[in-house]
C-alpha cells in the first residue's frame, strides 16, 4: 500500500490575529479558575479571557486611571 503524503504547508505563513499571554497561578487559584469555567461550560482560557477583558472595558470606561 502506498504511505500517505502530508499536506504541503506553505512556506510564508499569513501573520496571526492573536497573541498568546501566559499567566502563572497558585494552584489553588488555579483549581477555583478550574471549578468556575466547568460551571460555566467554558475552558479556562475562555473564562480568563472573559474577565481580563470585562476588566479592560471597565477601566476603559472608568477613563484608565
Same mark, same amino acid.
Given at each position: 500500500?502506498?504511505r ?6 506553505? =512556506? ?8 498568546a499571554? @501566559?499567566?502563572e ?5 488555579? @483549581?477555583?479558575?478550574?471549578?468556575? =469555567? ?18 479592560s472595558? =471597565? ?7
Open positions: 500500500m502506498a500517505k503524503r502530508a499536506p504541503e504547508v506553505p =512556506a510564508s505563513q499569513e501573520e496571526k490575529a492573536q497573541m499571554v @501566559r499567566l497561578l497558585p494552584i489553588a487559584d488555579n @483549581r477555583r479558575l478550574e471549578r468556575q =469555567a466547568r460551571t460555566l461550560g467554558l475552558t479556562k482560557a475562555s473564562k480568563v479571557r472573559m474577565a481580563v477583558m470585562k476588566t472595558s =471597565a477601566d476603559e470606561e472608568e477613563g484608565g486611571k
